[in-house]
C-alpha cells in the first residue's frame, strides 16, 4: 500500500495535475483504494470504488469459514506472469513451513483434490504460493487480517461503494460494510444482478458527477440526493434510503416446520425433526417453501438463519440458498450464505439481530448427536415477491454438484465438501425454534396465505374495477 501511496502524492505533484487526485474503478481497482485510504495520502481527496472486497477471508477465500477453492484457482489461471511474495513463509520460517505442508497433505478435506495437493507439493509454481497460503491459513488470523481493511483509522475523504445483488459471495458485503463503517461522506449504490463491464462505463456518468462535485466544486446535485440507492428486483426500479438496514424494516420471523413448510406462523406441538444424509455419492438437502403470498412483499437486508441442528459427523458444512419460487416452480438463487459447524462461535459484541459475526479465529469440533445453535448469515438482497410467489431456503452440506444458472450464479460455488457419511438432522419444535430472519420492508401485512380455500392469482397486467 505504501507503493500506491507514493504514487499518489508524486501524482500531486506533476505540473499538469493541481493536486487533488481520486481514483476510479472495480474490483480489484476499488479494493485498493479502500486500504490505501488508511494511510490518508494528503493529496487522496475522494474514492470512486464499488465492487470492492474489504475482507477476504470473509467475502472472499473462506465464506462462512469454508474454503472456496474453484474460484481462485480459475483466477489465478486468468492472470499473466503473476509473481507473488513468499511473506507467510518468511514469517513462519522454512522448517515450520513444511510443517504445515504436510498437515495440510492429511487433511481429508484437502487431499481429495488433486488440483490443491498439486499446488501443495509445487508451491513455488505458476503463483500457486496464493493457494497454498490459502490453505495454510484457514482461520482468520494475521495474513488475512493484513489484507482486510481497516475501518478504526477514521477516513474522512469522500467514498462512494456499491455493487449488484448478484456478487452476494464476492464484492457486496465488502462494499455494504465500508458505507456503514466510513467517516466521511458517502454513497451506496446496489443495481441490478449485472456485473459491470471494463472500464466500467456503465458508471461513468455517476462517476463524473462525483468528481465535478468532490474535485472541481461544480454543484451536480449528486449529495442532494439520497445517500443510498437500491435497485428492486422484479420491479425495475430504484429505491431510495438514508439508513441501512432501512428503517421501515420489519424483522419477520419465518419458521421452519414438517413437510418442508416454511411460515410466519408458530411451532406446531407435535414437530419433531428432518433429516438428509451428506456423503462422497450423494449430497443430500432439506427445501422449505413459505405458502404462495397474496400480496407484494418487498424482502431487501440481510438474513439469519438461526438453525438448531445435529450430526453424527464431527463436523458439518452448511450451504444454505434462499430461493424464489415463481408461480410456475420455477425457482431462481436470491443470495447464500455459509458456515463450518466448527466456526459457529459468535461475537456477541459484534453481533447484531440480522447479521452474527464469528471471529472464525478457532475450531470447536461438534459431539456426534448434540444439538447445537448455528447462526447463519444470508448476505442481503433486495426483491419483491409477487402474489403467487414463494419464498424459501434450500439447506445443504456442499454444493459440488450444484449447476448454476448463470455466470454470477457460478461465483457463488466451489467450495470444499466432506465425503465422511453423516446424516444430518434440523430440529423444529419449541425447544428448538429453527427460523429465518427477513427484512420485510413492504407488504406481508396479514402474512403468507395459509387456508383451505384458494385465492385466485391475479396477473401483474390484470385491472379490477370498482362499479
Known amino acids: 500500500m505504501q507503493d500506491v501511496y507514493d504514487a499518489i502524492e508524486w501524482l500531486a505533484t506533476q505540473p499538469w495535475c493541481d493536486g487533488q487526485v481520486a481514483t476510479f474503478g472495480a474490483s480489484y481497482f476499488a479494493m485498493i483504494p479502500k486500504r490505501v485510504a488508511e494511510l490518508k495520502p494528503p493529496s487522496l481527496k475522494t474514492i470512486f470504488a464499488p465492487w470492492g472486497v474489504t475482507d477476504q477471508y470473509r467475502d472472499a477465500v473462506y465464506n462462512g469459514g469454508i474454503f472456496s477453492f474453484v474460484f481462485h484457482r480459475w483466477f ?22 513444511q510443517r504445515q505442508i504436510e498437515a495440510a497433505l492429511q487433511d481429508p478435506e484437502i487431499n481429495i483434490h488433486p488440483d490443491l495437493v498439486y499446488a501443495l507439493e509445487h508451491p513455488d509454481e505458476d503463483g500457486l504460493m496464493m493457494i497454498v497460503e490459502y490453505i495454510l491459513n484457514p482461520l482468520d488470523a494475521r495474513l488475512h487480517k493484513e489484507r482486510a481493511v481497516r475501518f478504526d483509522t477514521e477516513v474522512e475523504i469522500p467514498g462512494y461503494f456499491g455493487g449488484c445483488w448478484a456478487m452476494y459471495n ?26 459491470m463491464d471494463r472500464p466500467v462505463y456503465q458508471y461513468a456518468f455517476e462517476s463524473l458527477r462525483w468528481f465535478d462535485y468532490w474535485l472541481k466544486g461544480i454543484d451536480t446535485g449528486i449529495m442532494d440526493e439520497a ?12 429505491k ?7 428503517p421501515e424494516t420489519r424483522w419477520t420471523e419465518f419458521f421452519l416446520h414438517k413437510d418442508g413448510l ?18 462422497k455419492d450423494f449430497h443430500g438437502s432439506l427445501t422449505f417453501l413459505t405458502p404462495r403470498l397474496v400480496e407484494n412483499t418487498e424482502v431487501c437486508g440481510p438474513l439469519v438463519l438461526n438453525l438448531f441442528a445435529s450430526t453424527t459427523d464431527t463436523e458439518v458444512l452448511w450451504f444454505v440458498d434462499l430461493l424464489e419460487i415463481d408461480p410456475e416452480d420455477s425457482s431462481r ?35 456426534p448427536g448434540e444439538v447445537y ?19 424459501g431456503l434450500r439447506i445443504k452440506g456442499a454444493d459440488k ?54 385465492l385466485p392469482l391475479l396477473s401483474a397486467h390484470t385491472h379490477v374495477a370498482a362499479d
Open 76 to 97: 489465478l489461471q486468468s492472470l499473466d506472469n503473476l509473481r507473488l511474495a513468499k511473506r507467510y513463509r518468511e514469517w513462519v520460517g522454512e522448517e515450520e513451513f
Open 170 to 195: 464476492l464484492h457486496l458485503p465488502g462494499d455494504i460494510r465500508s458505507y456503514e463503517n466510513w467517516k466521511g461522506p458517502k454513497k451506496l449504490t446496489i443495481g441490478p444482478p449485472l456485473y
Open 227 to 238: 445517500p443510498i440507492q437500491l435497485f428492486i428486483q422484479n420491479t425495475g426500479e430504484w
Open 240 to 246: 431510495s434510503a438514508y439508513e441501512w438496514p432501512l
Open 262 to 279: 416454511l411460515s410466519e406462523h408458530e411451532i406446531w406441538p407435535d414437530e419433531t425433526s428432518t433429516s438428509f444424509v451428506d456423503d
Open 333 to 367: 438463487v436470491l443470495s447464500k450464505g455459509w458456515l463450518r459447524g466448527s466456526q459457529r462461535h459468535v461475537d456477541p459484541e459484534r453481533s447484531k439481530p440480522w447479521q452474527p459475526y464469528h471471529p472464525h479465529d478457532r475450531r470447536e469440533p461438534l459431539t
Open 373 to 391: 445453535e448455528f447462526n447463519i448469515e444470508i448476505l442481503a438482497t433486495g426483491v419483491l415477491l409477487r402474489p403467487g410467489y414463494r419464498l
Open 401 to 454: 454438484d450444484d449447476q448454476p444458472a448463470s455466470f454470477l450464479e457460478g461465483h457463488g460455488l466451489g467450495r470444499l465438501w466432506r465425503e465422511n457419511r453423516a446424516e444430518i438432522t434440523v430440529y423444529h419444535d419449541n425447544d428448538h425454534p429453527s427460523h429465518l430472519l427477513v427484512p420485510i420492508t413492504r407488504g406481508n401485512r396479514v402474512g403468507t396465505f395459509m387456508s383451505g380455500g384458494v
